[in-house]
């Protein structure tokens, strides 16, 4: 069983509407889950990142960790064609501040115009 | 502009033939660090290096040296390729991780696509 869990999707949705990006993962040392975006042909590019459980809003991105259901996800508002991408979890331990990640395998999101 | 910058972007061998990937980076980051992406695995470590000269094996290094003989730059050698070593592969850098400390920013190159036939 890998550590990461993630759909791969293709999840394909019409613009405007609200996406759910979902990771679970087995390791209960991991404190920092990170979400990555990676577009065709591109390097993986820090979306957002939280610590420990709870909430964290970035205008229309919402990331949310449920550190009890070793559950994280990541929320779209208002989703754009320029969304399309690939979306990669990722989470490291406290002890090194995030320079050893461990990834989700990435789940492709298509916003049809 | 801050960068990593990867070379070749593609390339296509042969089986057992030696090959370097350039990787460098102009940020001044002390943790480098290399990755192969494959099909709904995501990205797994081959290697990293902390600083210069210090560099340690992450889940998948099998087939594959690095070294760090500078800051800047930090190749990845596949001394003798074989097929299942076919994937996309990034090279990332970052200030090093402090324990309890704030997260720091991974910055990933361009992936550079191999092929061994």
């Known amino acids: 069983q890998k550590e990461v869990e993630q759909d791969p999707g293709p999840l394909s949705v019409p613009e405007g509407a609200i996406v759910s990006l979902n990771c679970t993962y087995s390791?209960?040392?991991?404190?920092?889950f990170m979400w990555y975006r990676q577009y065709s042909r591109k390097g993986p590019e820090l979306l957002m990142y939280?610590?420990?459980?709870g909430n964290k809003e970035d205008g229309r991105f919402t990331a949310q960790v449920d550190k009890s259901s070793k559950y994280i996800s990541l929320f779209i508002r208002d989703s754009q064609p320029s969304d399309s991408a690939t979306y990669l979890c990722?989470?490291?331990?406290?002890?090194?501040?995030?320079?050893?990640?461990?990834f989700g395998g990435g789940t492709r999101l298509m916003v049809k115009p | 502009e801050a960068q990593v910058t990867q070379n070749p972007r593609y390339l296509i061998t042969v089986t057992g033939k030696k090959l370097t990937v350039t990787c460098s980076q102009n940020?001044?980051?002390?943790?480098m660090s290399w990755y192969r992406q494959d099909p709904g695995l995501g990205l797994r470590q081959i290697y990293y290096?902390?600083?210069?000269?210090?560099?340690d094996k992450g889940d998948v290094p099998e087939g594959y040296k690095v070294s760090r003989k500078e800051k800047r730059n930090f190749p990845l050698i596949l001394e003798s390729p074989s097929p299942n070593q076919t994937s996309l592969y990034f090279c990332?850098?970052?200030?090093?991780?402090?324990?309890?400390?704030?997260?720091?920013?991974?910055?990933f190159g361009p992936g550079t696509r191999l092929t061994v036939l």
């Open positions: 990332a850098s970052s200030l090093p991780g402090l324990a309890g400390g704030p997260l720091n920013e991974q910055f």
């Open positions: 390791n209960s040392a991991f404190q920092y």
């Open positions: 939280t610590y420990s459980s």
């Open positions: 990722a989470m490291t331990q406290i002890n090194n501040a995030g320079n050893m990640l461990t």
């Open positions: 940020m001044n980051h002390e943790y």
């Open positions: 290096s902390m600083n210069v000269e210090v560099t």
